[in-house]
């Protein structure tokens, strides 16, 4: 009997560092960096629940971006990426990838966006990768941290 090459998936809900309790509208902040060296998934699906502050107005929409580096011993990223869970100054335009957009149309709301593919936006899987999030609600986000959530799962290939 002929063996198959079958989708298979990592542990699922893995953490993304990255915090966004009352990221200010306009704003971003990027995650701490993911290192790939170990598992060395072919894929990773992200998702993001955001949830929005009191008010909101203009854009309504929260921007998700991908940063990566091919040089995981000593990481150089795009744009004012460091690989470190902190605020960002994002260079305009930006080098970043669009990873998805969430519209956030309503205040004091959560609103769940994805799965997003990591390897598709870059082609292959990076080594390290991450996530920004920029803010374009109109307010600031929910002040509550543990109302926001970035995860992501694993995929890879197996035999069956």
């Not at 969430?102 to 709301?109: K, L, Q």
Request: glycine fraction near 8%; aromatic fraction near 8%; charged fraction near 15%.
């Amino acid at each position: 009997m002929a063996s198959a090459i079958k989708t298979a998936y990592g542990s699922e809900a893995q953490a993304i560092t990255c915090t966004l309790a009352s990221l200010a509208d306009g704003s971003a902040r990027q995650s701490a960096a993911v290192d790939n060296t170990v598992n060395e998934w072919l894929d990773a699906l992200v998702m993001l629940q955001i949830k929005t502050g009191a008010a909101n107005g203009s854009d309504k929409r929260i921007y998700l971006w991908a940063y990566a580096t091919v040089d995981a011993a000593t990481p150089v990223y795009p744009d004012a990426v460091s690989g470190a869970d902190a605020a960002i100054t994002m260079n305009s335009p930006t080098q970043l990838r669009l990873l998805g957009v969430i519209e956030a149309s309503a205040a004091s709301t959560a609103f769940i966006g994805g799965p997003w593919s990591i390897a598709q936006v870059f082609g292959s899987m990076p080594e390290k990768w991450g996530i920004v999030v920029q803010n374009k609600s109109g307010a600031a986000l929910d002040a509550t941290e543990g109302n926001h959530k970035k995860i992501y799962q694993g995929v890879y290939s197996t035999v069956g």
